[in-house]
């Protein structure tokens, strides 16, 4: 079976000058990329194995002394490649603020509290069906000083392999109905509607635990898919 | 337009989740060291500095290298890895830059790799470049100075002569070790060459 990464595919990602995000000017290239075929180089990817992961990492609950504060949630959804067949034993791992809105890094100060048992950074690896699912917190929404009054919209950071070097993802997970999508220009750097929207998850009572924590749905479509016989 | 999920920027905070070395009690998943004890081939290291486009120092950019093992045999099945040859190189690496915009990776120096018609690619290690002002990640190339192959690479000669030299990392022996110096410019008369791939 061989895997192909039509570069067509990259025009649901964000063009890399997006001056709405005031970083970008300065740090996107502004010669041209030089077109290339795939090599073998671009086609291999890392494997990393379920070895590396310890039980729990999956649990941003569960990293400190005590419970964080905030509300619990549960995070799943499948790692798939453009066919729609699930992507297996790919690395997934996840950062995000607390429920307050503050991020444990030193280069955080929004004064809101550092919650002392959330450190927010978490990882699974999927299963046969692409399958992954993390517990955690809920979190805040925080300023960002790219214009004024910038507030980002709840997210979580996800970073994941697929099979290659170029089908390496790393995205944001949005929660569904956030009042601040029209105002965040990170988000909206996705000018396609339906793209902008595959960021954003879903509320699954499905998988809600009762009297425990609700469930929030992100399936994550990767680049790559079957070369077919009409192609060869 | 594709289904895939749109690409977003790894932002300022990313430490504490993809390069936590040292911050706190979490292992990480990759680090920049890829060399292991059983690794064959020659050790070398790299090391530069990343700068935007006012040539200042980019603090909070992270970098991951994927490459070959010393024979030129990557560890991932689309390449027959898995192989007791090269299981004890995993072959990809994860670094982000410091205060001064450096980075460094200490790593097995590639063989020469097949390319895309039979041919044969130089020694070379594929890199990307992720940070906060950044969508999307980009991609580049290290090569190696001291590499004849260079001349007649497939890739290298797609790449403008005059822009060339951006993507060839300088050799020099340190105190008995091997170190390239590969800077990355995003931007500028002398921006690093990118690749749409």
Not at chain 1, 198 to 204: P, Y
Not at chain 1, 216 to 229: A, E, H, K, M, S
Not at chain 2, 60 to 77: F, H, K, N, T, V
Not at chain 2, 138 to 152: L, M, P, Q, V
Request: aromatic share 10%; with cysteine.
């Amino acid at each position: 079976m061989t895997r192909i990464y039509p570069v067509e595919s990259l025009s649901a990602f964000p063009p890399r000058l997006s001056p709405g995000y005031r970083s970008t000017p300065k740090r996107g290239p502004t010669k041209p990329l030089i077109i290339m075929r795939h090599t073998l180089s671009e086609l291999t990817g890392p494997v990393y194995g379920h070895d590396g992961i310890a039980p729990g990492d999956n649990d941003l609950t569960g990293h400190g002394k005590g419970d964080p504060i905030g509300e619990r949630i549960i995070v799943h959804g499948r790692v798939l490649d453009e066919d729609g067949r699930p992507v297996a034993n790919s690395l997934v791992e996840i950062w995000q603020a607390n429920a307050c809105g503050r991020y444990i890094h030193v280069v955080d100060q929004h004064p809101a509290p550092i919650d002392p048992n959330f450190t927010g950074a978490g990882r699974a690896v999927t299963d046969h069906n692409g399958y992954y699912r993390f517990v955690t917190i809920k979190p805040g929404a925080y300023p960002w000083g790219n214009h004024h009054n910038a507030w980002r919209p709840a997210h979580i950071h996800f970073s994941v392999f697929g099979h290659a070097f170029v089908s390496r993802l790393v995205t944001q997970m949005y929660f569904p109905g956030d009042p601040l999508f029209p105002f965040d220009p990170i988000f909206n750097s996705v000018t396609d509607e339906a793209a902008r929207n595959r960021m954003i998850s879903a509320f699954d009572l499905d998988h809600t635990v009762p009297e425990w924590a609700l469930a929030y749905r992100f399936d994550i479509v990767l680049r790559g898919r079957n070369q077919t016989p009409m192609e060869k | 337009m594709s289904g895939i999920t749109p690409s977003q920027t790894v932002g300022p905070y990313f430490a504490y989740g993809l390069t936590p070395t040292g911050r706190y009690a979490w292992k990480d998943t990759f680090t920049n060291n890829l060399v292991a004890a059983a690794s064959s081939g020659e050790h070398i290291r790299i090391e530069g500095r990343v700068f935007d486009g006012d040539g200042a120092p980019i603090t909070d950019c992270m970098l991951e290298i994927w490459q070959a093992d010393a024979r030129g045999q990557y560890a991932s099945p689309a390449d027959g890895g898995g192989s007791p040859t090269n299981a004890s190189f995993v072959g990809f690496g994860r670094v982000g830059t410091d205060q001064a915009g450096a980075y460094r990776f200490e790593t097995i120096k590639p063989g020469a790799v097949p390319g895309p018609d039979g041919d044969t690619q130089a020694p070379h290690i594929v890199v990307a470049v992720f940070g906060r002002g950044m969508l999307r990640q980009s991609y580049t190339r290290i090569y190696f100075a001291d590499e004849a192959g260079n001349a007649t690479d497939p890739v290298l000669a797609l790449v403008p002569a005059d822009r060339r030299d951006t993507l060839i990392a300088s050799r020099r022996v340190e105190d008995g070790h091997v170190v390239y110096t590969f800077d990355i410019r995003m931007q500028g008369e002398r921006e690093t060459v990118f690749f749409e791939v």
